[in-house]
């Protein structure tokens, strides 16, 4: 089992759901820490941050192949510009903490480098984030294992092989406790690039729990992701969209995520657990059939298709039974209208 806080993931607890605070705080911390409110009144299990500056995700050269231009929202921007722009600054790290735990929430964040890494160390995160386009930096994989908290990884833009050796480097850590993400790595998501089938592979595949990184654009993903056995959702949330930024436009609102809790935990409820043997009673079942005597008859006389019948409610003999009575003598005089039982019948 792999608990992260005081909350532990499997097939039979609660869906644990994430707020995605990402770059939707627009540098401003009262922003942040009124967003982590909001998600905390919505619903949210937890907030996850991002730690890293531009620089230690990227460098400063306005050269062709820093500028964006693959079909995004954020084409034309060169990358370090854009990651100044969403960057956090990481001497808030500490105060959001707090927030959420105040608040009942757990708060981890993804690292992007070592030195990041190490900031969330020294604070006692309850796990570790690897963003999918951080996947291949196996180097990086392993030094967050090292810290021996659970790990969860997006798989958005990897193949098998990245995957495998990605397992493989928390692994030599001595680090078992992995989450893998389904992903798609558009912003947003269509619904056809979704592949959420690939989840219940990735389980299977690779021995983990698995759960959804989402964006698309709605809440019916993390929905579908329930009902194939996610135990983590992770979706991005922002105050208001029209405040803008880099993330806005793929991510939900307070009332938005209020609604993907209310409707994953929906679906929970629908889903129930698995049973070896169906519930023997609902409780409509006396509205179900069985034999009932349908005219007075005489002791002596025969069962026949005029004087037993297979009616509502169900409180004679089971209709199975009609087959093997028929010919059969009633024990005693009887009135019609009588539920059928098995004593009503001479041997």
């Known amino acids: 089992m792999i608990s992260i806080g005081e909350r532990t993931l499997g097939p039979d607890q609660p869906v644990y759901l994430i707020a995605e605070l990402s770059a939707n705080h627009r540098q401003d911390i009262g922003i942040a820490l009124e967003t982590i409110r909001a998600m905390a009144k919505a619903g949210a299990d937890a907030i996850k ?86 996947i291949t930096d196996l180097p990086l994989i392993e ?18 092989q990245d995957i495998e050796w990605a397992m493989e480097a928390c692994h030599r850590q001595g680090n078992t406790q992995v989450v893998l993400l ?11 690039s979704m592949m959420l089938l690939q989840m219940q592979d990735l389980g299977r595949r690779f021995g983990v729990p698995v759960g959804l990184s989402d964006h698309s654009e709605g809440v019916l993903a993390p929905v579908v ?29 307070p009332a938005e995520f209020a609604t993907l809790v209310t409707e994953v935990r929906r679906t929970e409820a629908m889903m129930g657990k698995s049973e070896p043997n169906f519930p023997l009673k609902g409780k409509n079942s006396p509205f179900a059939r ?8 005489k002791k002596g006389e025969r069962v026949s298709a005029e004087n037993v019948r297979s009616i509502r409610p169900a409180l004679g003999l089971h209709p199975r039974f009609f087959p093997a009575i028929l010919g059969r003598r009633f024990a005693a005089d009887l009135d019609g209208g009588s539920p059928l039982k098995l004593e009503d019948l001479e041997s």
């Open 49 to 134: 941050l991002q730690t890293y500056t531009a620089d230690t995700l990227t460098l400063p050269y306005k050269t062709p192949p820093f500028l964006i231009g693959s079909g995004t929202a954020w084409d034309g921007a060169y990358l370090h510009d854009l990651y100044r722009e969403a960057e956090m600054p990481w001497d808030w790290h500490e105060e959001l903490i707090r927030e959420c735990t105040s608040l009942g929430m757990d708060c981890f964040s993804t690292p992007f480098d070592p030195s990041a890494a190490d900031l969330l160390h020294t604070l006692n995160v309850p796990a570790y984030k690897i963003a999918s386009f951080e």
């Open 143 to 160: 030094y967050v294992a090292s810290f021996g908290k659970p790990m969860i990884i997006s798989t958005g833009i990897a193949g098998l």
């Open 182 to 192: 389904k992903c798609t790595s558009a912003y947003p998501a269509a619904d056809s």
């Open 225 to 253: 992701a329930t009902a194939l056995g996610a135990v983590m959702i992770e979706k991005h949330v922002i105050l208001d969209r029209s405040m803008g930024g880099p993330d806005a436009h793929f991510s939900l609102e």
């Open 290 to 297: 069985s034999l009932f005597i349908t005219k007075d008859v």
